[in-house]
């Protein structure tokens, strides 16, 4: 062998045959062109073909169940609905689908539809738990926020400080109230 020929070519003619292109030679993977899927995954699990056949068989049939519970899902939360639009456009939403409709946010389908924007998100929300039984999984926040940040909303929502805010609020609330109806009087 050439004590000169690059590492990287196989053989000195490759390497001259790249010098004169103006671009690095390519040299495609033909394992990677002629290995079978089970092949690769037999690799990459470190078994043998016959036993990523048999898991490969095994994801497939799970992924089927699993897509056939959640199409019975979204077709049960549409027979259950009193408000077939909201619902057909909240799953859309849901599973990120509301592109497909030319929909740019929840706010247009609610005024296409007549109903208010918090009404949608609900809708969604629901949805989306019902779909993925809570699990971060299917979280879409295209157009919301993310299911993580309801632990946070909530917090807020219990928050002393802001409890104490709001009765202050309510305070200041009732006594301009009494002081307005006592000059009226």
Not at 56 to 70: F, H, I, Y
Not at 108 to 120: D, I, K, N, P
């Amino acid at each position: 062998m050439n004590p000169h020929a690059h590492p990287t070519f196989p053989n000195e003619s490759a390497r001259l045959y790249a010098a004169h292109q103006d671009e690095p030679a390519y040299w495609p993977d033909i394992a990677s062109e002629v290995d079978r899927p089970e092949e690769t995954l037999a690799d990459t699990l470190g078994t043998t073909p016959a036993v990523a056949l048999k898991v490969m068989a095994l994801v497939e049939s799970e992924v089927r169940k699993s897509q056939s519970l959640l199409l019975g899902r979204a077709v049960g939360l549409l027979l259950e609905t009193n408000n077939l639009p909201v619902m057909a456009h909240a799953i859309a939403f849901a599973a990120g689908l509301d592109q497909l409709n030319g929909k740019r946010s929840q706010a247009q389908v609610a005024r296409e539809l007549g109903v208010t924007r918090a009404l949608v998100s609900h809708y969604v929300i629901g949805v989306r738990d019902v779909l993925s039984g809570k699990a971060n999984a299917f979280d879409n926040t295209k157009f919301r926020k993310a299911n993580s940040s309801r632990k946070t909303f909530k917090e807020k929502a219990i928050s002393p400080f802001l409890a104490a805010k709001r009765a202050a609020i309510e305070r200041r609330k009732n006594q301009t109230n009494t002081t307005t109806t006592t000059t009226c009087n």
